[in-house]
């Protein structure tokens, strides 16, 4: 028996980098593999390349992300999170 829940799995890529992401409504909490994005990605290039998805959505802090990143640079990770994210916004 299937569970209803209120999560939202999708996946991202980009060269050598795959990003599982899970969406829950929430207030706008990121984090990968058990990080915060901040601590993840020091760059506020990267956090704001990441968070643009929000922007441009007009999402911004209506859900919270979790997501498992492997494989590639913390610039292809950081893509592949933001690929993850749009996709499941779009699943939405």
Same mark, same amino acid.
């Given at each position: 028996?299937?569970?209803? *829940?209120?999560?939202?799995?999708? *996946?991202? /890529? /980009?060269k050598c980098?795959v &990003?599982r992401?899970?969406?829950? +409504?929430?207030s706008? $909490?990121? *984090?990968?593999?058990g990080?915060e994005m +901040?601590?993840?990605?020091?760059s506020?290039?990267l956090q704001?390349?990441v *968070? @643009?998805?929000f922007?441009?959505?007009?999402t911004?802090? $209506?859900?919270d992300i979790a997501? =498992? ?5 913390t610039?292809? @990770?950081a893509?592949?999170? =933001?690929?993850?994210? &749009? =996709?499941?916004?779009? @699943?939405?």
């Open positions: 028996m299937a569970i209803n *829940t209120n999560e939202i799995l999708a *996946t991202g /890529r /980009r980098a &990003a992401v899970r969406l829950v +409504t929430g706008g $909490k990121i *984090t990968v593999n990080k +901040t601590e993840y990605f020091p506020e290039s704001g390349y *968070t @643009q998805v922007s441009v959505s007009e911004t802090d $209506k859900f997501a =498992r990143i492997d494989g590639g640079g610039a292809g @990770q893509d592949a999170l =933001r690929h993850g994210i &749009a =996709r499941a916004l779009l @699943q939405y």
